[in-house]
């Protein structure tokens, strides 16, 4: 599923209409941005085409080239390549060859860069929240701005990422995002409330790419 189409235009509105709701009792800006992944992983596809490829010609030439070495190499470079672009388009095999360190790292690195990007720095109160969401790696990281933290741990609102995370899998996503967004709010209401000059500094569509 791709980014753009991975929350219908009936999701958008809910998801949207949620924020709106927060935002109307919180001084926290709150945003949604969903991305096909944070990264293209091509060591996942060089090390699968590696192993399939290099196990496949093995056994290709074992059982009907009677262990030629000279047909084994082209067979394997050839497969290698055949099963590394094969890959690109199979992304549950392309993520059993990338270590999940690398998957954590890489999300929560493309979502810091997100939030500078995307102005959450800028709100007035120091309160933008991002919800960041990657499909490929099946990752949902949440980070907010030097005054959320001041109140709010980064393992709290990381809980409310991890619920998230697991609907990416069930394919219940928008339903499970509208309520950690309205858990959120909660808090956010109770230590940053609503100013009466409040205004919507940051968009509440759900952002898309990167």
């Given at each position: 599923m791709k980014a753009e189409n991975f929350f219908s235009t009936q999701d958008q509105a809910q998801i949207a209409e949620a924020?709106?709701?927060?935002?109307?009792?919180?001084?926290?800006?709150?945003?949604?941005?969903?991305?096909?992944?944070?990264?293209?992983?091509?060591?996942?596809r060089i090390l699968a085409g590696m192993v399939l490829g290099g196990l496949t010609a093995l056994a290709v030439t074992d059982f009907w080239l009677a262990d030629n070495l000279w047909l084994f190499v082209p067979l394997a470079l050839g497969l290698t390549a055949f099963f590394g672009w094969l890959v690109g388009w199979l992304p549950t095999l392309h993520r059993f060859f990338v270590h999940p360190v690398r998957l954590e790292g890489q999300v929560a690195e493309q979502a810091l860069v997100s939030f500078y990007e995307r102005g959450l720095y800028k709100t007035r109160g120091a309160t933008g929240v991002l919800f960041f969401i990657s499909l490929f790696e099946h990752k949902v990281r949440v980070l907010a701005d030097k005054g959320i933290y001041e109140e709010i741990s980064h393992e709290t609102l990381q809980e409310?990422?991890?619920?998230?995370?697991?609907?990416?899998?069930?394919?219940?996503?928008?339903?499970?995002?509208?309520?950690?967004?309205?858990?959120?709010?909660?808090?956010?209401?109770?230590?940053?409330?609503?100013?009466?000059?409040?205004?919507?500094?940051?968009?509440?569509?759900?952002?898309?790419g990167r």
């Open positions: 924020v709106r709701q927060v935002e109307l009792r919180t001084a926290g800006e709150v945003v949604v941005q969903v991305v096909d992944g944070s990264d293209t992983y091509p060591e996942g409310y990422a991890d619920e998230v995370a697991r609907s990416v899998k069930a394919g219940n996503t928008a339903e499970v995002l509208c309520r950690e967004i309205e858990r959120i709010g909660e808090i956010l209401a109770h230590h940053f409330p609503v100013a009466a000059d409040d205004t919507n500094e940051l968009a509440n569509e759900v952002r898309v």
